[in-house]
Nanobody, 115 residues
Framework: QVQLVESGGGLVQPGGSLRLSCAAS????????MGWFRQAPGKQRELVAGITSSGSTYYGESVKGRFTTSRDNAKNTVHLQMNSLKPEDTAVYYC?????????WGKGTLVTVSS
């Protein structure tokens, strides 16, 4: 079993920054892929960013140039640095790991961007 715990969410003003973290535990394996999704009320869950064990990254079009994801393979931890935040970034952000035929999700951390 894999447990994912997100942290770092909160309230921030437009133009501000937040740094999210996701710590994975319950497995000694280094995950090939770790990603971030988000879901706002009334909207579909969307991919925000992903990163492989080799450091290759992917970003959703709406966050390119503003968000950066990184990882620590030794700790199986991923981070999401969010800059120039906009109100439309408001959502619950989830950490995601596909592993051994299963999809693992964190409980989510709420990010609210508002004046």
């Amino acid at each position: 079993q894999v447990q994912l715990v997100e942290s770092g969410g909160g309230l921030v003003q437009p133009g501000g920054s937040l740094r999210l973290s996701c710590a994975a535990s319950g497995s000694i394996s280094v995950f090939n892929y770790m990603g971030w999704f988000r879901q706002a009320p009334g909207k579909q869950r969307e991919l925000v960013a992903g990163i492989t064990s080799s450091g290759s990254t992917y970003y959703g079009e709406s966050v390119k140039g503003r968000f950066t994801t990184s990882r620590d393979n030794a700790k199986n931890t991923v981070h999401l640095q969010m800059n120039s935040l906009k109100p439309e970034d408001t959502a619950v952000y989830y950490c995601y790991v596909p592993w051994a035929g299963s999809d693992y999700w964190g409980k989510g951390t709420l990010v609210t961007v508002s004046s």
